[in-house]
């Protein structure tokens, strides 16, 4: 459980990093908050010779809130994620969810942006980021770019994100109505069995006028649920459109068999999951 | 001035003897980060083992080449069994009587077998040493599930014994098999069974976890080649055990080791054995000259360093319609790895198993187990438990509640029905034990009050309904245990390890201004010995606890004792600390009665003092006893205060308890929790109830996890799947429940004050109370008995084959 050897690099800003990274190229690895790269690097799965490590980035460590958008710098932690109020007032399902990322200690260290770029189906945040339509910030040498959190996952581990590009911001719109991150877990600490997101808003009418709904761990990458969310808006929410919406949601996914369980054990959890957390952000809108 | 009632019992309470609630003196340097663990011990010019692994779980070695490895700078050398093999140190004896190999000797038999040892300037070299060693490995089968082990086209995996028709503990029958161990009554039982009214049957399988202690195993050893002395630091339970060992094994005399165990991040049975890495460390410092430090990590703890459990019962029960237990029936099948490296005493090779008639007055019973090789990490310790108790507790546990479905009662009622009664004890079980004393009836009314069981099972009934009804998703489990423990080993006449008999022991020296040193062959792993031992010996010699100074673990000072483990230091060693603090007393006495000038007989001891009989003014302190001692000559008596006692137990001590948890279980998730947990033990005599209830916390802690997901699993490859903590489950504060402790206090009659040992009760009782529960929570929907772990899929896997998702 010990790393191989490598340099360690703590550029102050984030163009430094980027041209460190342009200059190391295929060697180097950006480190955030570290919870995934590390263990990576104990078991020698990953042995980068450079690690770039950004949280000397001051600028990548903020939360904003105007002009109906929130602003999430890379470098900020889950801590600092639940412990803003702004953030809160504006999209309380960030709290929420990042209260079931693993534990105080890692939630320390561990970054939003960290969390989002590595693409590791076990994470809490790409899911959450999906159901907020978020749209990601990628810094690389020929400037900015963005892309939405809905596209950028492509399989495990892989993202729209180029190599020598730095993912620096989430930003997404500020929410409206109720909200939910159901989390089945084994143990504090532990990836979902199976989580879900979802955002409802209710119109005048009683209807249901918006719906987002996202999925974590279900599959290799997490899954947005266009069509379960869309049968919402479409039917309102009643226990037959949950179970219709739900049956959508479990066509999407795509479980493999785990310590968690085997995968049809995966899918029905994902399905009362989905549908408690349905219910709670409809008892919340 | 005369000695008043009140100031009696100050003086008493003074003493923070016995039945004190005394802070854990130990406490002060763990809270402060000032232990001193293995791993901080640091020596000049120390150098730092690593292994090279197997990757496969059988394999034959075809080649092992170190040369990039030995070229890293700050490598000094690279160890394989052909470095040993001279010093024939590349095979070692087990506690079992079976041999292990050190390094791979031709062939691996389990993932992450030590195949080579890495030794460098530091942890980092050696670490990335171990990747430039080239290993060349041919596969070979895989022999995972014990019941495929005597398959005509099984693998044969220990090619070194295959042709041995005789192991350590008789005949084998394959090359596969280790031993079959049989106790009680065989034709006797099986004629019961065939009679009786009514017959249970079941197949319970305790699986294969690990004690993971927050310590991973390690070892310093310096080798002094001037004048030629061995020091060993480690992480050992036994440390006297294991300077004898390393003394046999590397020829070096005895007197010429010292073995320190120093502080000890918890053990629970993981610390026991003896393991590659201490042996490794030795010849390399006895190679290089210099000290060598190794420690292993976490996933080497966990796939590699002795596993525990792994016991597959297959049982049948008879019994009367009423009820009444006629005969139990039990056979085993014991998955113990590539080598049989059990810690067990040398003629139990399945432990103390045959205690699994339990609580109950079971009067004819039979007992056979089958020990099995397998491509599995060697290891079969004793797990918070003495020595496979708990897999005899949680056989009997749901044995019982099989029996109670079969015979649709109460599963309470049939135990109360089965009890050993107070007046049957000293009682002869009849799988050969005398239980010393117990009084289950009482302990069991106390526990099922204290709950309001009635209402519990009036509440689980409408809740049934409600499912049934469709109101609810979710079931409550009622699970009860009454267990019965084994401690304290052993009489020497029938418990040794290695030939060395299961004594223990204690000197004390009592200084002149009277305060006390006492050492003992045991070594605390965060049991607080240095807080009760000096208790005990408080309350025996009449010295504030606080003025006692308690030293175990370093072979050089302590007297000889066979360690900790098992729940053996309090009946053992605590024995022994009571025994030498009453001959202590006994001079004391003499003192006494020359300063005081009368009769030894005139005198009576009274908490803190001599009193002469009937003249309460006329008496002389501990304290005084103990100046007068070094300063004053005594005709006839030697100066000095000192006292040995070295005890060897006349029986085993059975402590008991009865558990009870509620659980409710989200039928649709799999996901349990606790409610209740109510946890009676009865340990004899309390010695410390604060630490009892620490115990019992810690215990019952396990015990969850065991029984709800905790478990060393294979694939049908043979590779480890749970070799982190990520998989391999330690409960935090947050899915700990709150326990309610609670005890009742029935003294053994042969321990010299009574006390029995607790330290492991939670943890044989803890797991068939919470597999009860989830059991009995399905019991109305037609299940009877399913596996653990209880994690949530495997009891979604339960509710989804009794129909209760359709």
Redesign the interface.
């Known amino acids: 459980m010990i790393t191989g050897s490598f340099e360690y690099h703590q550029p102050g800003t984030v163009p430094d990093a980027i041209a460190l990274l342009s200059k190391l190229g295929d060697d180097a690895r950006v480190i955030a908050g570290g919870h995934s790269l590390i263990p990576t690097m104990k078991l020698r799965l990953a042995m980068p010779e450079h690690l770039i490590d950004l949280q000397a980035c001051q600028e990548l460590k903020k939360i904003s809130v105007s002009g109906g958008e929130v602003c999430i710098g890379a470098m900020t932690t889950q801590a600092e994620l639940i412990a803003s109020e702004e953030l809160h007032q504006a999209a309380p399902i960030v709290r929420e969810t990042s209260l079931q990322i693993a534990d105080p200690q890692v939630r320390y260290m561990g970054t939003l942006g960290g969390n989002v770029a590595n693409g590791d189906p076990g994470n809490d945040m790409p899911a959450l980021m999906q159901c907020l339509d978020a749209t990601f910030v990628l810094s690389g040498p020929d400037g900015e770019r963005t892309v939405l959190a809905r596209e950028f996952y492509e399989a495990a581990y892989f993202t729209a994100r180029d190599d020598l590009e730095i993912l620096t911001e989430a930003r997404f719109p500020v929410c409206a109505g109720g909200y939910s991150y159901e989390k089945q877990k084994r143990k504090i600490g532990d990836y979902a069995t199976a989580a879900a997101a979802v955002l409802l808003s209710k119109g005048g009418d009683g209807g249901c006028e918006t719906a987002s709904i996202a999925l974590t761990n279900l599959a290799d990458t997490p899954i947005y649920c266009q069509q379960a969310s869309e049968h919402l808006v479409q039917n309102g929410v009643s226990d037959a459109s949950i179970a219709d919406a739900v049956t959508s949601a479990m066509g999407q996914i795509d479980p493999v068999d785990d310590n968690r369980g085997p995968a049809e054990f995966k899918r029905h959890a994902a399905a009362i999951i989905l549908q408690r957390a349905i219910q709670q952000a409809w008892s919340r809108a | 001035m005369s000695a008043t009632a009140e100031s009696v019992q100050e003086r008493r309470a003074a003493l923070k003897g016995l039945g004190t609630s005394r802070k854990r003196v130990e406490d002060a340097r763990f809270t402060q980060g000032k232990g001193n663990y293995v791993d901080d011990i640091k020596l000049p010019d120390m150098l730092f083992g690593d292994f090279v692994r197997s990757q496969h779980a059988h394999a034959r070695v075809k080649s092992i080449d170190t040369s990039a490895a030995i070229e890293l700078p700050g490598v000094i050398a690279v160890l394989t069994a052909k470095d040993l093999e001279p010093l024939s140190l590349h095979w070692m004896p087990t506690l079992a009587g079976d041999k292990q190999m050190v390094l791979a000797d031709g062939k691996v038999l389990f993932q992450g077998q030590e195949v080579a040892f890495v030794v460098a300037e530091d ?2 070299i050696a ?2 040493a171990v ?1 430039l060693v080239k290993v060349e490995y041919e596969e070979l089968p895989v022999l995972v599930d014990p019941f495929k082990a005597e398959l005509p086209d099984a693998p044969i995996l220990r090619e070194d014994i295959a042709d041995e028709k005789e192991g350590a503990h008789g005949a084998r029958r394959h090359p596969n098999h280790i031993f079959t161990w049989e106790q009680g009554d065989k034709a006797g039982t099986e004629a019961v069974i065939g009679e009786a009214d009514v017959v249970a049957e079941e197949m319970v399988y305790y699986h294969r976890t690990h004690p993971c202690p927050m310590e991973t195993c390690g070892s310093v050893a310096s080798m002094d080649k001037v004048n030629g002395k061995l020091t060993l630091w480690g992480t050992f339970q036994a440390p006297h055990v294991v300077r004898t060992v390393a003394s046999l094994l590397s020829g070096i005399a005895e007197h010429n080791i010292r073995v320190v165990s120093p502080d000890i991040g918890g053990g629970f049975g993981n610390k026991v054995g003896v393991y590659p890495g201490y042996v490794c460390s030795i010849v390399a410092s006895i190679v290089t000259g210099q000290p060598v430090k190794w420690v292993e ?3 080497e703890n966990l796939s590699a360093t002795a596993f525990a459990r792994d016991y597959w019962m297959q049982g049948k029960i008879a019994a009367t319609k009423e009820g009444k237990i006629l005969g139990l029936w039990c056979h085993t099948t014991a998955d113990h790895g590539a080598f049989d490296a059990c810690a067990d005493p040398t003629k139990y090779p399945a432990g103390f198993m045959s205690i699994c008639t339990g609580s109950y007055d079971i009067p004819t019973a039979y007992l056979a187990v089958d020990g099995i090789y397998t491509n599995k990490a060697p290891g079969g310790v004793a797990y918070r438990c003495s020595f496979r108790v708990t897999e005899a507790a949680y056989f009997i546990e749901r044995m019982i509640e099989v029996l109670a479905i079969k015979l649709n009662m109460d599963a309470a009622e049939l135990r109360a029905k089965n009890f050993i009664r107070k007046d049957q004890f000293p009682y002869q079980s009849a799988l050969g034990w005398e239980y010393d004393s117990g009084d289950y009836h009482t302990a069991w009314d106390k526990a099922l009050d204290a709950v309001g069981y009635k209402q519990l099972r009036a509440e689980q009934a409408q809740q049934v309904e409600d499912f049934k009804a469709g109101k609810t998703r979710k079931l409550m489990g009622v699970g009860l245990c009454h267990f019965t423990e084994i401690v304290g080993a052993g009489p020497v006449k029938n418990c040794d390890i290695l030939g060395m008999g299961m004594f223990d022991s204690c000197e004390i020296r009592i200084h002149p201004t009277g305060s006390a040193l006492a050492r003992l062959g045991t070594i605390s792993q965060g049991q607080g010995h240095a807080t009760t031992f000096a208790q005990i010996l408080a309350s025996e010699i009449g010295i504030s606890a606080d003025d006692i100074t308690i030293e175990e673990g370093d072979t050089d000072t302590a007297p000889y004792g066979l360690g900790t483990y098992g729940s053996r230091s309090t009946p053992v060693a605590g024995a022994a600390t009571a025994m030498a603090g009453r001959k202590i007393r006994a001079k004391a006495q003499m003192i006494a009665a020359y300063l005081l000038e009368v009769h030894d007989n005139d005198l009576e001891w009274e908490v803190d003092r001599f009193v002469v009989k009937g003249a309460p003014e006329r008496f002389k302190t501990m304290k005084e006893i103990a100046y007068a001692s070094y300063n004053q000559a005594i005709p006839g008596v030697e100066p000095g205060l000192e006292a040995v006692s070295y005890y060897d137990p006349p029986n085993m001590t059975y402590p008991f308890g009865a558990y009870i948890c509620v659980m409710d279980i989200d039928v ?4 349990a929790g606790v409610r209740q947990f109510y946890a009676l033990d009865d340990c004899g005599t309390r010695i410390n109830p604060m630490i009892i209830e620490g115990q019992v916390h810690g215990g019952l802690t396990e015990a969850l996890a065991i029984a709800m ?1 905790q478990e060393i ?1 294979y694939d049908e490859l043979g590779n480890v ?2 070799g982190t ?3 391999f ?1 330690i ?2 504060s ?2 700990t429940p709150n326990y309610q402790t609670d005890y009742t206090e029935t003294p053994s009659p042969h321990h010299p004050i009574g006390a029995k040992g607790v330290g492991e009760s939670p943890n044989v009782g803890g797991v068939p109370a919470f597999s009860n529960a989830v059991n009995d929570a399905f019991r109305a929907f037609g299940l009877t008995h399913t596996h653990m772990p209880h ?4 009891i ?2 339960t509710a ?1 084959k009794l129909g209760l ?1 359709n």
């Open positions: 942890r980092y670490a990335d990747d990590d976490r996933m649709d998730t799999g996901e997901g699993a799947k749970t903590l990520m998989d489950f409960p935090t947050w899915e994690d949530h899929w495997r979604w896997q989804n998702h």
